[in-house]
């Protein structure tokens, strides 16, 4: 079952790369254009010299960024893929589809919304290279520890829910969440190497489309996911002999 689940993870992430693809192109792919001609003529002003293409714009924007999105999208759909099948049967009553779109939701938060707060993206004309590191290291701790405190605060409300009921224990989870998120973000070094100079709203726009991508991403994962999962006859054999056994 776990091998036929993670075919199909793969085969949703795949079609949400492919979509979100699109999206980059349409929504993305401008952002980006402007922010490296800002780049170019700023370094023109003061006299340096232009730096040699080592992979063409048009061949990053097009089979490069449809190639990381596509293998992004396809490792991801594998990932979700095995969490769902070790929640199924554990997370209460759900049906199939909803617990996919549930899931879905916890890893947007987890992985895009928290660290994006700390650590928001930036136009590949932003940043010093020698930094690369370092802020790189940064944001994948904080996915790691939003991730954890995620599965922490899961097990809060199951503990609270039995005491309290299940939307309170809800409520308890949550806070918990976010006050561990918020202490932790507060404790993280500050990275800010946008220069004043920079345009806002150019700015605005590149994040709202680095968030939009990732919408898409996660959207079409999960209901894709849920959707084909639903339909599968494997699916609804385990089904009938889980409703058997209880």
Same mark, same amino acid.
């Given at each position: 079952?776990? +091998?036929?689940?993670?075919? !199909?993870?793969?085969? %949703?992430?795949?079609?949400?790369?492919?979509? @979100?693809?699109?999206?980059?192109?349409?929504?993305?792919? #401008?952002?980006?254009?402007?922010?490296?001609s800002l780049e170019e003529k700023a370094a023109a002003a003061r006299g340096e010299a232009p730096e040699p293409e080592i992979?063409?714009?048009?061949?990053?924007? +097009?089979?490069?960024? /449809?190639?990381?999105?596509?293998?992004?999208?396809? $490792?991801?759909? +594998? /990932?979700?893929?095995?969490? =769902?099948? &070790?929640? &199924?049967?554990?997370?209460?009553?759900?049906?199939?589809?909803?617990?996919?779109?549930?899931?879905?939701?916890? %890893?947007?938060?987890?992985?895009?919304?928290? #660290?994006?707060?700390? &650590? #928001? %993206?930036n136009p590949p004309s932003i940043g010093d290279p020698e930094t690369i590191g370092t802020r790189t290291g940064l944001f994948?701790?904080?996915? $790691?520890?939003?991730?954890?405190?995620?599965? =922490?605060?899961?097990?809060?409300?199951?503990?609270?829910?039995?005491?309290?009921?299940?939307?309170?224990?809800?409520?308890?989870?949550?806070?918990?969440?976010?006050?561990?998120?918020?202490?932790?973000?507060?404790?993280? #070094?500050?990275?800010?190497?946008?220069?004043?100079?920079f345009p806002a709203v150019l700015l605005w726009k590149f994040r709202v489309a680095a968030i939009g991508m990732q919408v898409?991403?996660?959207?079409?994962?999960?209901?894709?996911?849920?959707?084909?999962?639903?339909?599968?006859? =494997?699916?609804? @054999?385990?089904? !009938?002999? @889980?409703?058997?056994?209880?």
């Amino acid at each position: 079952m776990v +091998g036929k689940l993670l075919v !199909r993870g793969m085969l %949703a992430g795949i079609v949400a790369g492919l979509l @979100t693809f699109a999206f980059a192109r349409i929504v993305g792919e #401008p952002q980006v254009d402007q922010a490296i001609s800002l780049e170019e003529k700023a370094a023109a002003a003061r006299g340096e010299a232009p730096e040699p293409e080592i992979v063409s714009r048009e061949t990053q924007a +097009g089979l490069g960024l /449809l190639t990381g999105v596509v293998t992004y999208g396809a $490792a991801f759909g +594998g /990932l979700f893929s095995l969490v =769902f099948a &070790y929640a &199924y049967g554990r997370a209460g009553m759900l049906s199939v589809r909803a617990l996919s779109a549930w899931l879905a939701l916890g %890893a947007f938060i987890s992985v895009v919304v928290v #660290p994006n707060i700390k &650590y #928001p %993206a930036n136009p590949p004309s932003i940043g010093d290279p020698e930094t690369i590191g370092t802020r790189t290291g940064l944001f994948f701790l904080m996915i $790691a520890i939003s991730l954890a405190t995620m599965v =922490f605060s899961l097990k809060v409300r199951r503990r609270a829910a039995a005491k309290l009921g299940a939307w309170n224990g809800s409520i308890v989870a949550g806070l918990v969440f976010v006050v561990i998120i918020a202490a932790v973000q507060l404790s993280m #070094p500050v990275i800010n190497e946008v220069p004043a100079t920079f345009p806002a709203v150019l700015l605005w726009k590149f994040r709202v489309a680095a968030i939009g991508m990732q919408v898409v991403m996660w959207t079409t994962i999960g209901l894709l996911f849920g959707a084909i999962v639903e339909r599968s006859a =494997f699916m609804r @054999t385990n089904a !009938r002999v @889980t409703m058997k056994s209880a």
